[in-house]
């Protein structure tokens, strides 16, 4: 059986893990716009309300995608753990 304690320490060091890849993703993107022309995108969830931001129309419609996935992907998990 898993302890609570153990699913705390993973949930931290995922949460770390996350962060320092966001930082990589950030330096990465900082270097790539200083040697030339970076595109960028992204989703802000408020609520319910996805807010698509993006540096081009492709890019904005390119997170938009990704997020859409994203979103599918957590409810099929959470259906599968949790049941209809």
């Known amino acids: 059986m898993v302890r609570p304690e153990d699913l705390v320490r993973v949930g931290v ?3 770390l893990l996350g ?3 966001l930082l990589a993703a950030v330096l990465l993107a900082v270097v790539k716009s200083a040697s030339g022309r970076g595109e960028w995108g992204g989703v802000i ?3 319910p309300v996805p807010v698509v931001v993006g540096s081009s129309p492709k890019m904005a419609l390119l997170a938009a995608l990704v997020a859409l996935v994203l979103m599918v992907l957590a409810l099929a998990w959470w259906w599968s753990v949790r049941g209809p």
């Open 13 to 15: 060091v995922l949460t």
């Open 45 to 47: 969830l408020i609520g």
């Open 19 to 21: 962060v320092l890849l």
